[in-house]
Nanobody, 123 residues
Framework: QVQLAESGGGLVQAGGSLKLSCAAS????????MAWFRQAPGKEREFVTG????????YYAASVNGRFTISGDNVEDTVYLQMNSLKPEDTAVYFC????????????????WGQGTQVTVSS
């Protein structure tokens, strides 16, 4: 089975930057869409950004648009999340996910998930 593994989380001050990576392992990977979600304690998992592997089209939640950038490397089966101008409200566990619904923004449309990486933004 293909597995996803996030890395790159950590502690950063408000206004700082972090870059997350999500690597797919296994002999085959065919997810049409890759996405990042995040979940803070006591909150529902929310969509952050997604990318279509066929044409690299990207889409973002309004809360991160202009600050975060998603990109992918199809050859290495890796997706990245560059986070700039971080705010305390960005603090959450960040998950990468894979699915076959283009442009999906809801967790139910993703079938493969990583374990998550913690991002903490201090004031």
């Amino acid at each position: 089975q293909v597995q996803l593994a996030e890395s790159g989380g950590g502690l950063v001050q408000a206004g700082g930057s972090l870059k997350l990576s999500c690597a797919a392992s296994g002999r085959a990977f065919s997810g049409r869409t890759m996405a990042w979600f995040r979940q803070a304690p006591g909150k529902e998992r929310e969509f952050v950004t997604g990318i279509r592997r066929t044409d690299s089209n990207t889409y973002y939640a309004a809360s991160v648009n202009g600050r975060f950038t998603i990109s992918g490397d199809n050859v290495e089966d890796t997706v990245y999340l560059q986070m700039n101008s971080l705010k305390p409200e960005d603090t959450a566990v960040y998950f990468c996910a894979a699915g076959d619904v283009p442009g999906a923004r809801f967790p139910r449309h993703y079938t493969l998930w990583g374990q998550g990486t913690q991002v903490t933004v201090s004031s």
